[in-house]
């Protein structure tokens, strides 16, 4: 099961990477399990640098089919920046979901790295698939979790406080 759930993992990678350049499933399925494994072993998840690393380094730099090279790749470094400024422009109270302030938080931080006209293309296309896939996880996984009965909406919603838990028999009040 836990070797599906990494398949998986490998070939969303592929989809998420299919408007850039196709990358065949060795080079992905290799790159999440190293990715994965540095994921776990490093603090502060560095393993997440790893994947995009691995994977610019085992697929070529130009497109076969466009005659073009892909003009978004991103270092160790440049992709922290381009994080860490994303976090922080997702602390800008917005409309739900961080609608505009995400892709502007991945833009401005995106624009230290690559020129302006791969900026309004590609690196837009980057901030918005960005965008849809962490609302897609998160809405995804309140769901999951709603529909498991952990939390309930009842209880959210519920105006009155639940009452505090009963002692011990015996115990002094």
């Known amino acids: ?99 505009g302030t995400f892709q502007a938080g991945v833009r401005v931080s995106l624009s230290l790295f690559v020129p302006p006209a791969v900026l309004t293309g590609t690196g837009l296309a980057f901030a918005n698939v960005m965008w849809l896939a962490t609302v897609l996880h998160q809405v995804g996984l309140g769901l999951l979790t709603l529909a498991r009965g952990t939390v309930s909406l009842d209880e959210m919603l519920s105006t009155t406080t639940p009452p505090p838990p009963e002692s011990p028999a015996g115990a002094p009040r």
Request: a positive charge; charged letters at 15%.
């Open 1 to 99: 099961m836990l070797q599906c759930v990494h398949w998986l993992r490998a070939l969303r990678w592929g989809s998420l990477l299919s408007g850039l350049e196709r990358v065949r499933f060795r080079a992905l399925n290799a790159s999440t399990a190293v990715g994965n494994m540095l994921l776990v072993l490093l603090p502060l998840r560095l393993g997440e640098f790893a994947r995009p690393v691995l994977i610019s380094r085992r697929s070529s730099d130009c497109s076969g089919e466009t005659g073009s090279c892909t003009p978004l790749r991103l270092d160790a470094f440049q992709s922290f920046v381009v994080l860490g400024v994303t976090v922080l422009g997702g602390m800008i109270p917005a409309a739900p979901g961080m609608a």
